[in-house]
């Protein structure tokens, strides 16, 4: 099988854990890990994990 390049596929992402999270003050969901984590979008700390 030739070598045509764009076929080796690299996964290079950590392997970490990460939590989903929603934020209850604007809705925004993202995904974060840690004890404090923060909405990216409005910065609260008014987040539940879901
Ligand atoms: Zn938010």
Do not use: T, W
Request: proline content about 2%.
């Amino acid at each position: 099988m030739c070598s045509v390049g764009g076929g080796d596929f690299n996964i290079e992402l950590e392997q970490v854990e990460m939590d989903r999270y929603k934020c209850k003050d604007c809705g925004n969901k993202f995904d974060g890990m840690g004890e404090k984590v923060i909405c990216p979008s409005c910065h609260s700390a008014n987040v539940i994990r879901v």
